[in-house]
């Protein structure tokens, strides 16, 4: 069978991990996230809830922008633009409605490229 559209190769696991090896952020605004990739197995580990949150609001269209699909990479950017807004500070009432009508259309644009036993 062939690989999943959103599988990446080895290759592309590598340039994630060394990229996110070297990222540099201000004090306080996340933790060492190099501590966390594994370079030998080519995956990340350990990472605080904070972490994960930088990474899914602010890291993901950044990161996966160059190797996947435009779709998914659209999907991808449109749940991470998600995220940042219901993790704000402060929510606008106005963004929050907006999401509420289009929720529906990043759901069906995420079921198009992953399998549906990915959503339970």
Known sequence: ???AVYTLTKEYKRRICEWIIHLNFSDGYTSNLSRCVDIKELRMHDMKSHDYHIFMQKLTPIAFREMLPKPMRSALTEVSLLFQILCS???????VQELEVSIATILCNLEKIFPLAFFD
């Open 1 to 3: 069978m062939p690989q």
């Open 89 to 95: 500070t402060l929510l606008d009432v106005n963004k």
